[in-house]
């Protein structure tokens, strides 16, 4: 997390290096799509990578995210390591959700990740629960919910941020405004756009954040998260982005003119930094040029994991529906789910 | 009245105190279940002994309570939801269905869900089409969930805490005729994995369960007073269905009446013939006969919804019919 | 409606004559609910007459009108006939919805009475569609949509304000803040307790009105009207007002405490309203004996019209669940649903 | 490509715009309907015909857009709401069952709902538990509901005028893995009353509707090569089934196999089982066959999702079974 004492070029090398990770990753998951190594909907992050960096830059350890279908980038900066996204997006067993979820369900509970959901709206009841589990326990941790522009006009948005609200949950609601629901512009969507205003009238701290801007969102994401820590209750973040790529790998795009994704990509997030980092000198060509090489080999890693990692016996085929472990008679069971947190 | 004297409303709120005593991690949420003392008064009294923390009042927010529950159980608690009934419930059905039942198996196995959700159930008491529903045989139809359907005093007092210890999605649907039932429970185990054979007889077998199997007993009293005895089943557990108990019946009897609260068709009525077809279809010595709702949204005036919800003469005319056969 | 021309005198009497009927009809209903000629779930109106009555002074007999299940003034007020809502509650075929509905469902097609909702919320998406029936075919004609303070928590009335007002559509949303859901509080179940301010939120037209002061609502309501049939879209009214009697006939009131309840009622919209008539000189003793025995008599004969009344017979019991009008092969089938607004 | 050649997409497009041309009450209204051209590219085009009014987009809130097709038909239109999958249509299930299915009975018949849902329904394409249900047949529960399966070329674009002439709710549920079926759509009438026989044989009766449809048929032509002859039926329309077209066969075949997408407990597969065991028990040589989803969410691994849902092979197999035994 952002400590005060961390120099601030580190801070922002680290960012780099995250969205760089993001971005390289996606790339490469684009061939492998077209190769059909990835099937099923895959939704690319590509523009808004300074937001899953800048966030998860404020988390510890212990915190807790909930992520939505357009998580490669939550997963990545949350630390789940490429491998086992990349064996996941395989369908391989040695995938972090064994193969069962996809490019739409990452999880790894070792790392607080509570995954991705394909019902849009449907992880916030989650973040609202874990943050309640929290007080209940006394453990003073964050959970971060990710959500988008398009999400805050399902009538869970409403319950869960009123429900946050009234209790005073430790709750991170992180709305990636990237001005589009699949095709349907945030004018279409909403009646009243300024969506930090509309969290707002919940009583609770919210305020947009430049979502191109990595160094922005993580300032942003520390002074968040440090209030919740201090008992403030959730807040709420807009933050503003544009998702570069289609919405998925099916959308010809047809409800956004060129000329709009060309201005919104000369604020690519990452040569933003690079520039800013150039300019103060902290980073060089050479630098850059060594993370570049770092993420290849990453990225070649993770690829090479995911191909030869075994698949999931079909005779394992019903497993996961019902727990393996035995209800303990009389006793209560172990905290299973404490394990994942 | 006799010592020991309870009510399944009492032996639920007592099931539920025991509880909480028992475990620090868990608690109740839901509407008016503190203040108010519970919509049937179930929770009467829990909230001035375990405070506003643990008996927690809720938003009309059925989506996001019941999700909230969820997360809690990821979390590490063992929460126990209170949807007052079941039609509101629709209102959180995809929590239900695509998290709760689902979080575990999308994980591979990372993500357990100990959550236990009560909902009242059922029609009879004339609140007309939308505070009729009997769904819980609907809901049995989703991979992930166990359901029960408690409809003695003992299952009311026994079922919630093996549901509190099942590392998995627990529902649990308290039919809302019986809370006024009242007796002495008789003492002993009650496990979440069995039918109960509440009624030995060789002629015919009788499937009941919550709102219908203190029907099917009275059915077979009156079959009973006709010369033809009754095996009567009370399911007891909805989802996984207990086979064994309901096939060796069967092969007994050869003869076989469902009754059901549900609709007719697509109800748990259905699966349950469907298995015996499959799996004693060669003991059947006739068509398998289903006493179930007509499919009507449950009208108001009282004597058309008398006509229905099933009653023990239909079951009694089904069962002698089935034999005569 | 309230029209300019007409004089207050007159329209103060009306307020006073709808709101003595709604009284007096529970009041007779209670007593029917103890001798078990009425059963199921019942829910009474009796200190929130006002709102009943001021709102639908302001409305024309083309206007839509979606209750809940505390509908028996909104019924009532919008000119249900007492012999039909009282034939309803004792499940006769003469019902107003064939004893189908009982006191939760009251219907008045011919009225546009689109009747209780038993599901809090329920009502407010037909609401929103009502009126958007009414955009396409040119009607102006205002949706009243009524429901509860505990009702805006549910995510149903966040997805309708927005939808309404981003296709600003004709809808009154006119809330009875009654300070309870059940037994829960305002404060117990919103964090931001001011409603019409939440409203506004969505950018819409909202204010909070007195509930107690019936010739205050029907003047808020007719201005609401007035600026939504002149095209400015949904507007919201907050009802302030408070239910003297229990939430239904099964509670004890555990929840508040007499002294609070005794406070409101020295607010009785009825008495207050008559206090101030009395001193205008707008009401005598005389007259108010007079509408008093009117009002008797009016409910005397529902109460034996229902007694009288046939009830359906059971061999109809599967009737209306799919319509009896055959599909007109080939053409489209009549405008049913109209003859029905 | 052959003259008059057109795809199921195509062919629901095709029928979409020429009920709005016909009748002006009709209009479309559902998540990207609109400028995006539809999630399946379904309504592609139409927007640029019939306008934003018509070609409606909503925001993403499902029980308010579909509760406002509720209203909007009560006001005298004939809306066509898209709820895009049906994963998202259990956020608008407590319309769907309390104001859609309800609202004509609990009127005592004054509002009839002439309201059409569309919905894209099924697995087969490796999206993972929340995106692959099969829910066709659980709706068919409810009362009040018209359920359709278009399954072949012909129904994509017939089925949709009848539900929007029928003057209360239909739901047609459109399975994903059809929208690129291409062919030459044979003419003739379309009803939506009847089940049909798509192919005839005298040894077994194959059932199966919407995404299994196709499945039957080629497990027909495999069985033939063995010398069985399957009645091939697609069921069309889930609620109310068509009895009488199952009964007939089953009274020639004597064997019964049912093919269904949906969880095999409490599914649709169990009702048409009770069915023929009440219909048509003595005509029964060998207990009811089903072959149905494996009770589990739907995986994202190919290998794993294949497995999991009905294929070609398990249906020769107990088609085999059922006639062998
Ligand atoms: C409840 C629900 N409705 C519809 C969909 C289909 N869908 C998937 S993503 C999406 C758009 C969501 O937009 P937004 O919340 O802004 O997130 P973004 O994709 O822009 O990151 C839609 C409509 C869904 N997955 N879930
Ligand atoms: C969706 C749903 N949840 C719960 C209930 C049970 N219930 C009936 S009325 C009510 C309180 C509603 O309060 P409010 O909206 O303020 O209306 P009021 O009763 O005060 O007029 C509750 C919780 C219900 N009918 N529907
Ligand atoms: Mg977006
Ligand atoms: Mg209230």
Known sequence: MVSKGRPRASQHSELLRQMLRIRRFEERCVELYSSEKIRGFMHLYIGEEAVAAGVCQALTPDDAVVSTYREHGHALARGVPATAIMAEMYGKAAGCSRGRGGSMHLYDAARGFYGGSAIVGGGLPLAVGLALADRFQGRNRVTTCFFGDGAMAEGAFHECLNLAALWGLPVLFACENNLYAMGTALAKTHAQTDLALRAAGYGIAAWPVDGMDAPAVAQAAARATESIRAGAGPHFLELRTYRFRAHSMYDPERYRDKAEVERWKKRDPIDTLIARMTAAQELTGDDLAMLEKEIVEEIDRAVAFAEQAPIEPVEDLTRFVYSEIPPSGGTMPARRAEAAS | ?325
């Open chain 2, 1 to 325: 009245m006799t010592e020991g004297t309870t009510t399944y409303r009492e032996a639920m709120r007592e099931a539920i105190r025991e509880a909480m005593r028992r475990d620090e991690r868990v608690f109740l949420m839901g509407e008016d279940v503190g203040a108010y003392g519970g919509c049937f008064a179930v929770s009467l009294g829990l909230l001035e002994e375990f405070g506003p923390e643990r008996v927690r009042d809720t938003p009309l927010s059925e989506a996001a309570f019941v999700g909230a529950g969820i997360g809690a159980a990821l979390g590490g608690m063992r929460p126990i939801v209170e949807v007052m009934t079941v039609n509101f419930s629709l209102l959180a059905l995809d929590q239900i269905l695509n998290n709760a039942a689902t979080l575990l198996h999308m994980s591979g196995g990372q993500l357990n869900v100990p959550l236990v959700i009560r909902m009242t159930t059922g029609a009879g008491r004339q609140l007309a089409a939308q505070h009729s529903h009997s769904l819980e045989g609907w809901y049995a139809h989703i991979p992930g969930l166990k359901i029960l359907a408690p409809a003695t005093l003992e299952d009311a007092r026994g079922m919630l805490w093996p549901a509190l210890e099942d590392p998995d999605p627990v529902l649990i649907f308290e039919h809302g005729s019986l809370y006024n039932l009242s007796g002495v429970p008789r003492p002993g185990p009650v496990d979440i994995s069995h039918a109960a054979l509440r009624r030995s007889g060789k002629h015919v077998t009788l499937i009941g369960y919550g709102g219908t199997a203190g029907k099917t007993l009275s059915a077979a009293d009156a079959l009973a007073a006709e010369g033809i005895e009754a095996d009567v089943i009370d399911l007891r557990i909805l989802r996984p269905l207990d086979d064994a108990t309901v096939m060796e019946s069967v092969s007994r009897t050869h003869h076989v009446v469902i009754v059901d609260e549900g609709w007719r068709s697509g109800g748990l009525s259905a699966e349950i013939s469907a298995r015996i077809a499959e799996q004693a279809f060669y003991q059947l010595d006739a068509p398998i006969a289903r006493v179930c709702t007509t499919e009507i949204p449950i009208p108001y005036a009282r004597h058309l919804e008398e006509a229905a919800i099933p009653q023990v003469p239909a079951i009694v005319t089904a069962a002698r019919e089935a034999v005569a056969s």
